[in-house]
């Protein structure tokens, strides 16, 4: 395997044909390594998990899936620890290049996927997506990215993050590579027409001031081809409450499915990590107890909004992908600003598409398509209908 970019995993070496016959014949795909392939060990992006887990028995059935529909695995994609990360700069393994702007990161944690299919390695690659781990880096590398409603993908054989919030996504080139994928991971349907487009104002006053215009121009572009926006504001609370809830749930979820290895284990992590498990494991019920009632109430307004086939279109990330090497307090203050963005979708369980849509800086900027719950393939459509986007 060509591994110029450092986008897959060191510790395994697999090609797996796909079926002779099927939809996806003659293409290549990885996966993130959090997704089991039978007879290997993920790492998870950390030596201690590969070190203390078993090979997997089973095959998860969503690489599973894409076997059966002719598609061929080349490999396992190098992800943050745990993928407990925005960033992609693994402390053991590596950044993996980030070909659309190489002094850049690629995001994470799906960052070897979404690095594998920005540098050509393979046609599409599987992510996952908690907190923005597909629409992060699909933005940064300049790829198609979609996180689907959540539960309309199985997770079985799928490392467990924050369960509540964790989905199946993929990365592709191009909307019609990113389409066909969907048929065959989605249930069986037709996408819907879409309905009034809608402009999140206050997502869009949370990016960075160089890269407002640039994304204003781009939901101009969606506006042409899917009619005029209507402003919304999202969250009336602000968006930084948003986040505190999303946090608090987040953590305590991610606490609940690795903080007895964390514990007894105690292994070695990179910068950053450990401080967020030791975060997670300070979540007081009485927080968990707010987060999930707001929750509750948010996914509701939300859903409500979009119920007749409306389309919210939000930021995919604040701004391009920061640069290699920052120091944590800028890690931090980016982190936060993005998933401020990042958590509208994952708080109301909806899809997310993520379209690359312009440049800043010389480097990418996705804009993202919300739909209502089950609404996948309208999305995957509409990507579809609108071509290539006019990136400036």
């Not at 290549?28 to 997997?56: M, Q, R």
């Not at 990360?85 to 402390?91: M, T």
């Not at 919030?165 to 989605?186: H, I, P």
């Not at 505190?244 to 007894?264: D, K, M, P, Y």
Request: hydrophobic letters at 40%.
């Amino acid at each position: 395997m060509d591994d110029r970019l450092g986008a897959f995993c060191r510790h395994v070496d697999l090609r797996i044909e796909g079926a002779s016959d099927g939809p996806l014949c003659g293409l290549e795909f990885a996966a993130k390594d959090i997704y089991d392939v039978a007879g290997h060990t993920c790492c998870c992006g950390n030596p201690d998990w590969l070190e203390s887990h078993p090979p997997a028995e089973r095959t998860a059935p969503a690489v599973a899936a894409l076997l059966d529909a002719g598609a061929t695995l080349v490999g396992k994609t190098l992800t943050d620890e745990l993928a407990f990360s925005l960033n992609g700069e693994n402390h053991h393994y590596g950044t993996p290049v980030n070909s659309a702007a190489p002094d850049r990161i690629p995001g994470g944690s799906s960052n070897g996927s979404a690095a594998a299919v920005a540098g050509g390695l393979v046609d599409f690659a599987l992510g996952s997506d908690t907190g923005g781990s597909v629409r992060a880096p699909a933005s940064y590398c300049g790829l198609y990215g979609l996180r689907p409603s959540h539960g309309a993908i199985s997770l079985a054989g799928v490392m467990p993050l924050a369960p509540s919030f964790d989905t199946v996504g993929w990365f592709a080139r191009d909307a019609g590579c990113l389409d066909r994928v969907g048929d065959v991971l989605l249930d069986p349907g037709d996408a819907r027409p879409p309905g009034r487009l809608l402009y999140a104002a206050d997502a869009f006053d949370r990016v960075l001031p160089g890269a407002r215009t640039a994304l204003d121009d781009a939901a101009g572009w969606l506006a042409d081809s899917l009619g005029p926006a209507d402003p919304v504001t999202v969250a009336d609370e602000g968006l930084d409450a948003w986040l505190t809830h999303f946090q608090a749930l987040q953590w305590r979820e991610i606490w609940e499915s690795h903080g007895a290895w964390v514990t007894s284990r105690n292994p070695t992590f990179g910068p950053g990590i450990a401080e967020r498990f030791r975060l997670a494991s300070e979540v007081s019920d009485g927080l968990v107890a707010r987060a999930t009632a707001f929750r509750r109430d948010a996914a509701e307004r939300l859903q409500s909004l979009l119920s007749d086939d409306a389309i919210l279109v939000i930021p995919s990330a604040p701004g391009a992908a920061p640069f290699k090497g920052l120091p944590q307090d800028q890690v931090v203050d980016y982190r936060n600003r993005a998933l401020s963005i990042l958590c509208i979708a994952g708080l109301a369980y909806l899809p997310q598409l993520s379209i690359p849509a312009s440049v800043v800086d010389g480097a990418p900027l996705g804009i993202s398509l919300v739909g209502g719950p089950g609404s996948d393939r309208t999305l995957l459509a509409v990507a579809r209908r609108l071509g290539p986007p006019p990136i400036r």
